[in-house]
């Protein structure tokens, strides 16, 4: 059909089949092939003219029984129509009606005027219906239709958003939803509709659904659809902190809160505890937007429903920032935790909770297996922003290891996700914790960096992030030596942790950091009281790596056998804890004090555990200095820190002996399994051992090896 097309338009452009000819002849365009469709339809009877629109509207192959209905004809009429189509060339010879080309189907929509293709598509999401077909093919219809006033239409809507977002399509899900909207629903409808649009719009865009959840929740009367509105909202307000939409909607959204108070009298107690726990987000938001103080009493609660697991969760993690000792918050968090039940809003909050609070606490076992449940449950569920989340949560975790590589890799994979709002949930703490990263790796201008794109986009104010972005900025600032430009960032940080009652340096080690500072220009009764502050609350909340970490920065301010005594119980301490990066700063600073002193064995052998300590976590500035000081102590780093091992059977190497296996290391690094087979080959060659049995003693072999 084109052939003779481009023959007809080049014979009437006085064109011949010729060399000098062959370059205009490619110029052609499909409009003369559009024209020659045309032609043809209009050569063809009223009855194949009607039958071409039908099957461009319901799509083609559509069976006979469908558009003879749609055509208001008999079957008959429509295979005759079909066959008269064929003979014109449009149609295929097959059992059902389909086009010889999608350019046919094109041309035909565009003979029909907007009006006359809308009220068609109403027609075709009429027919669909009545004749049973699946729920999405008759929504598509609809989208293209004017409002069809019909109480079947907003049914059929629903029941194509639920299809898509099975099928893990919620953008698809949230269309269908709007265009239910213009409809318009019942009364009735309007709430139940209002809350699946919310749920559908929050796997993509959180901010988005506040608004529909809010309207939900003004509109929604019974209590068991309030509580999964207030839950979803509960959910929406986490995934879209530090974006500053909280703050625009609180009012509104508080309004709907004392709405909700009022209405339960008390009668519903598990309403009311949901209500506390949106309350308490809104507070953190925005303070000023409530009226009434939102701490919660959870003395009484044993965790049997799912209002008290969220109310405890919670609870939990406010006592771990407030500072509260560990054994305590711990209870808590046993009593909320409960069963890890198939993923919801409601499980989502608590497991949120729970998973934030057991970093604080250094449980990061507990953490990261809380973190691969939830990766599992929402694997093929396009939940963007919780998936988003959850990587930020996995760089928190690497980061909180000492594995810089891992944690920088995890992070800047959640930096390339783009969610629908153009950034990543959590952007000013992912970039706090990538500054941390690179400057532990002695990459001062990379840290630089980030910190200049996150001022350049603007760094939002009062949001539970920016306190940690500010400890992060103020470390940055002391490396590139402007440490009087460092200490009021780092005293910033400290006031707005305190407004928002985090206290625990297990938190926000923001004074030790300062303390360094203070060190720095000679400030030593400012640095002392800063860290005896810090000391006495790590002390009360009983977190190990908080107290090594104090007692690290205390022993660096004390002098003669002070000092050592202080930094020997810093390396007890933070042996016992996951903290290996931190262990080997200790460890650094402990080796330095002995060759002070003269101590040139316990010295040494602090170098070395320190060196294969800081090698292992990538580390490499704070590996090379502890080397030189090992050598000047008259030393030398074992194999396994001597460049024996390449870095990437350094890396690998690390996470096999802590017991990860092959898969998990490849996951974690983001490099093939291939990779990670390769490197422990080689890892198991150079160091004479026959398997991962070994390994771990040969790494420990290699950091304790007597001179």
Known sequence: MFLRALLSH?????????????????????????????????????????????????????????????????????????????????VRAEPD?????????????????????????????????????????????????????????????????????????????????????????????????????????????????????????????????????????????????????????????????????????????????????????????????????????????????????????????RAGRAGSPAPYVSRLLDRAFGTQAVLSHQVFLRHYFVAHTLLYLDELDSADEMRAHLARAIEGKSMELID??????????????????????????????????????????LDAMRIDTLLAQGKVSAADQVARTRSAEGLEEETWETPFFLMSLGALRTAQGETRTALPLLHECGHRFAATGTVSPAVGPWRSRAAAAHLVLGEDSAAQELLDEELDLARHCQIPRAVGVALRMAGKLASGAQRIELLDEAVSVLTATPARLELSRALHDLGAAKVHQGDMDGARKALRKGVTLAT?????????????????????????????????????????????????????????LRTVEAHLTGTYRKLGISGRNQLAAAVAAQATRPE
């Open 10 to 90: 080049a014979q009437l452009s006085g064109l011949k089949p010729t060399a000098e000819h062959q370059d205009r002849i490619r110029t052609l365009s499909l409009t003369s092939l559009r024209r020659e469709i045309v032609h043809r339809l209009s050569d063809g009877p009223p009855e194949a003219v009607e039958l071409a629109r039908a099957i461009a509207v319901l799509s083609d192959r559509s069976p006979h029984h469908l558009l003879a209905a749609h055509c208001g004809r008999g079957e008959v009429v429509v295979r005759a129509a079909a066959a008269d189509l064929r003979s014109l060339g449009l």
């Open 616 to 672: 292992s976590c990538g580390a490499t500035v704070l590996a090379k200095r502890m080397r030189q000081k090992l050598y000047d102590a008259g030393g030398r780093a074992g194999k396994n820190s001597s460049g024996l091992l390449s870095p990437g059977e350094e890396r690998v190497s690390a996470l096999a002996a802590q017991g990860y296996g092959n898969k998990e290391i490849a996951e974690r690094l983001f490099v093939s």
């Open 388 to 429: 988003s989340s959850l990587t930020v949560y996995h760089a928190a975790l690497a980061l909180r290891r000492g594995n810089l590589t891992e944690a920088l890799a995890t992070a800047q994979k959640a930096v390339g996700r783009s969610s629908a709002t153009g950034r990543p949930p959590y952007a000013a703490a």
């Open 97 to 317: 009606p389909g086009f010889l080309h999608q350019v046919v189907r094109n041309t035909v929509l565009e003979t029909m005027a907007p009006g006359e293709l809308s009220r068609d598509h109403a027609r075709a999401a009429q027919v669909t219906f009545l004749s049973g077909r699946p729920d999405e093919e008759t929504a598509a219809h609809l989208l293209a239709a004017d409002p069809v006033e019909d109480p079947w239409a907003v049914l059929v809507l629903r029941g194509a958003a639920h299809q898509a977002l099975r099928r893990g399509a919620p953008e698809a899900a949230a269309t269908y939803l709007r265009c239910a909207l213009r409809q318009p629903p019942q009364p009735a409808e309007r709430g139940p509709l209002l809350l699946q649009l919310a749920v559908a719009t929050s796997h993509y865009d959180a901010a988005q659904a506040l608004p529909y959840a809010i309207g939900a929740l003004e509109i929604l009367s019974g209590t068991t659809a309030r509580r999964d509105v207030l839950e979803l909202l509960t959910s929406c307000l986490l995934l879209v902190a530090g974006t500053g939409t909280a703050l625009s909607v609180a009012d509104r959204l508080n309004a709907a809160v004392v709405h909700s108070q009022a209405d339960t009298d008390g009668s519903d107690q598990e309403l009311a505890l949901h209500v506390q726990v949106l309350h308490s987000l809104v507070e953190r938001e925005r303070p000023s937007a409530l009226t009434t103080a939102s701490t919660p009493d959870v003395d009484d609660l044993l965790g049997r429903t799912p209002g008290e697991r969220q109310l405890l969760a919670l609870h939990a993690l």
